[in-house]
Structures are given as C-alpha cells and as structure tokens.
C-alpha cells in the first residue's frame, strides 16, 4: 500500500504515503480504530524511509537478529488477532508475498503483507512451538500452542496445509473463558428460551444442537451446561478440544494418538455415573449409535452435528444407520441456529428502493438501515453478531411431520423458520439488507 505510520496521538495515526484512497482509510481505521491523516511523499522518498526502518529494527551490532524479530511478529500477530476478538488468524503464502488475515464476525480482513524471508521464517517458528515436523512440507499437519497475553491463557490451534505457493498456515483461537453463560443473552426470543427450558428440563433424551462451522453451537451447549451445573448432578463432556472451561464439569479431550475417540470416550463415561454427558460432535455411526442408546437408558446427552436444518438431523441420523423408531423416540428437541453480522449502533437509516423489493420481498419505503462506519466499529459499520435460530421441540404433533420428511412424504422448505427470523431482524433493523440477501441465498433449498 505503500503507506508507513510515523506518530500518533490519542486519537489519530499520521501516516506518509505515496497514494492516499478511501479503501487504504478504511484499512487503516480498521487496524488502529483511530482517524487517519495523511501526508503525501515521493516514491524514492518512501522507499529510503523503509530501509532506514527496517535496518534500525532488524540489526543489533550490524547482526540481523532473526529469532528476536520471529518471535516479536508472531507475539504481534497473535496479539492482534486476540485484541480484535477472532475467531482465526490465517498466513496464506502468495507467489511473491504472504497474506496475514484475520476473521472477526464470520469475515475475513487482510491485517498485513509480509515477504516470503519473513514468512518462511515465522513458519518454521510456529510449527516448532506447536510441536509439528518442520522437515515435512507435502503432508497436511495439526499442532497447538499455548499463548499468555495479559495474564490470560490461550490455546492456539494450528493447521498447516500445503499450497502451491507454500504451506498455509490457520491459527484457530480458543480463548478458555470461564464466564457467567446465560442462554437469555444469547439472543433467543422469550418463546424459544421457553422451549429451550422445556427441552433441558426433560431427565433423559438426546438433544442436538446443529448448523455450520462457527455458528455458535458450543457457546449454545455451554449455555445450556451452565444452566443446569449443580452439586447434585453429575455432568462429564469430551470435546475436540475443550473451549471453555466450566467448574463443576468433567471435561475430557479427545486425543486420537491415545485411543480417546468420541466413541471410545463415550463408553467410558457411560461408566462414570453421568447424570448429563455432552458430547462435541456426532460424527459417525458409532458414536451416533452410542449416543441414542445412552439416551434412552435414562441419560440426558447432549451433542452437535453438521446439518443445515433442525429437521435434516433426523435424516443425517437415519442415513447413520439409526432406526426411525428409536429417532423420534431418542430425540427431544433440536436447535438449529446460524450467526448473521448486527449493524453498528452508526448504522444509518433509508428507504427501500426498488432492488430491495425485487429481491427482498419488502415495499417500496419501507425504512431499512445499512451499514455506515465509525471509530467504535473500526470503520466497519458492524459490531458483533446476531443469532438466528430455530428450535424443534419433538412432541406429539410433531413427530408425525418428522417422519413424513424422513421417509420423503412430504417435502417442505427445512430453512424456511430460520429465513422469516432473518427477515425480522432485517425489519427491526438489526442487520442490513446486504447481509439478508446474502443468507437467504446461502440458505436457498
């Protein structure tokens, strides 16, 4: 970008630079949440600057320090990425540069530009600290490295996979919080939270939580865990890896070198007294089976799975090879849920014009709001994310429609309960226009 940061006060970052546009402010207000002003220089100008910068940090005693600068960048790009509250840190090498972006809000944002001496050098790093064969390049590999910032611990999940131009590299941050969960704070409207309790205060039965990867689905189980932590009651999860960490509960990780399988922890627990089990996720046929049996054994088990519906579970479980009598029987209820970007309290209001009635279903004028930016959301014009959610409570009623999908009686829109939320949250201006389309399309069946 051609663009170096040289002071800044409280509330604004000056910067030199060769070209100013609005997407390089955007950038930047992202990065320093403050306002940019700008002072234009020549190229050779700027050029002379950059080697005079990086000599000063990058030699001690005319000796280029690698190990120090290494270090000091991963600490940065951690820290960076913890700061902003992502969820991944993503090193993705190009044919002459390396990418570093991070996703905060189910979005990904380019956070710097590295060279490939750089970037050969911090991946070397991160796979020695998280214990991966530095030797190996054509092989995908996992790690995991433990990360202290401010007192607090972290656990980084590393994923490296080779690419054309290199290994990419995929830190996922797993920020161990041990918080006060609450499900009336996780966006539920007061019927589902009803419904929700109605579900957690069955004894026994098996109770899933579904949608895609980054959904919210553990802080939903977490939630629900808390919910019900007493000193009576005996509660033992395994997970791949535990996320949070919650007193009172037995929490296991699956370790797969160590013969800890979801299966195999499963059975194990089985033996332990559980009152309640959770398991991470539903991934095959022998867990899935497990499951449903400690369920119906007078167990309350709780779970997730890959499905874009509350009522596709019933036929990802059939197709697991379990009996249709015992679904509808095994499973009390299932919450299906996805996150949608909430606008920034900036956010500014308008009036539907015609591209929004064609696509939208809404009226010309109706009063919407889109995103706009400011210093609070980094320019974005987003601050968090909302949940959309539907809850299937299996009961008389419903047990009849259950088995007319799964048997392919009937066929229904399975994503039409989770499209009239989205759509509400777009009338009561939560989220944009932009972000409705978007998952109406990705949820078209």
């Known amino acids: 970008m051609k663009i170096l940061p040289y002071r800044e006060d409280k509330e604004t970052v000056y910067v030199l630079c060769v070209t100013d546009s609005i997407e390089n402010s955007k950038y930047?207000?992202?990065?320093f949440e403050k306002s940019i002003k700008y002072k234009k220089i020549?190229?050779?100008?700027f050029d002379r600057f950059i080697d005079e910068f990086y000599l000063a940090v990058s030699n001690k005693g005319n000796k280029l320090n690698k190990d120090i600068i290494v270090s000091d960048i991963m600490q940065e790009y951690i820290s960076y990425g913890i700061d902003k509250g992502a969820s991944d840190i993503h090193i993705e090498p190009m044919e002459a540069e390396a990418v570093i972006r991070v996703r905060v809000d189910g979005k990904l944002y380019i956070f710097r530009k590295t060279d490939k001496v750089i970037y050969n050098s911090l991946l070397t790093r991160i796979k020695l600290l998280s214990n991966m064969d530095i030797t190996e390049k054509r092989k995908p590999q996992d790690g995991k490295i433990l990360f202290s910032?401010?007192?607090?611990?972290?656990?980084?999940?590393v994923s490296s996979i080779p690419t054309v131009y290199g290994e990419k590299l995929v830190l996922r941050i797993l920020y161990n919080r041990i918080l006060p969960f609450d499900i009336s704070s996780l966006s539920y409207s007061e019927e589902q939270i009803e419904s929700i309790k109605n579900i957690v205060e069955l004894k026994h039965g098996l109770v899933l939580v579904c949608g895609p990867t980054g959904s919210g689905k553990s802080t939903t189980l977490y939630s629900i865990l808390s919910s019900?932590?007493?000193?009576?009651?005996?509660?033992?999860t395994i997970e791949d890896p535990v996320e949070i960490f919650i007193d009172g509960i037995s929490q296991i990780n699956v370790n797969e070198k160590a013969g800890i399988t979801f299966s195999s922890g499963l059975r194990s627990i089985l033996r332990q007294d559980p009152d309640i089990i959770m398991v991470g996720e539903i991934r095959d046929e022998e867990t899935a089976k497990i499951a449903l049996r400690a369920s119906i054994t007078g167990h309350k088990v709780y779970s997730t799975i890959h499905t874009n519906s509350a009522i596709e579970v019933f036929s990802r479980l059939k197709d697991m090879g379990i009996e249709e009598y015992l679904l509808v029987d095994a499973v009390k209820g299932v919450i299906s849920q996805r996150l949608v970007r909430?606008?920034?309290i900036c956010k500014e209001e308008y009036a539907a014009e015609e591209h929004e009635k064609i696509h939208g279903e809404v009226e010309l004028g109706t009063k919407l709001y889109r995103a706009k930016g400011c210093e609070k959301c980094r320019g974005t014009g987003y601050s968090g994310r909302v949940l959309i959610s539907e809850i299937l409570t299996v009961d008389i009623e419903s047990k009849s429609r259950i088995k007319a999908f799964i048997s392919n009686q009937e066929v229904i829109d399975p994503q039409k309960e989770l499209k009239r939320q989205c759509k509400v949250m777009l009338m009561n201006g939560v989220i944009s226009f932009e972000d409705y389309l978007e998952f109406v399309k990705g949820e078209a069946f």
Do not use: A, P
Request: charged share 40%; net charge positive; proline share 0%.
């Open 342 to 344: 909430k606008l920034c």
């Open 228 to 236: 019900v932590n007493r000193n009576d009651v005996n509660i033992t």
């Open 149 to 157: 910032k401010k007192g607090n611990r972290y656990d980084i999940r």
């Open 28 to 31: 930047l207000r992202f990065v």
């Open 42 to 45: 020549s190229e050779d100008q």
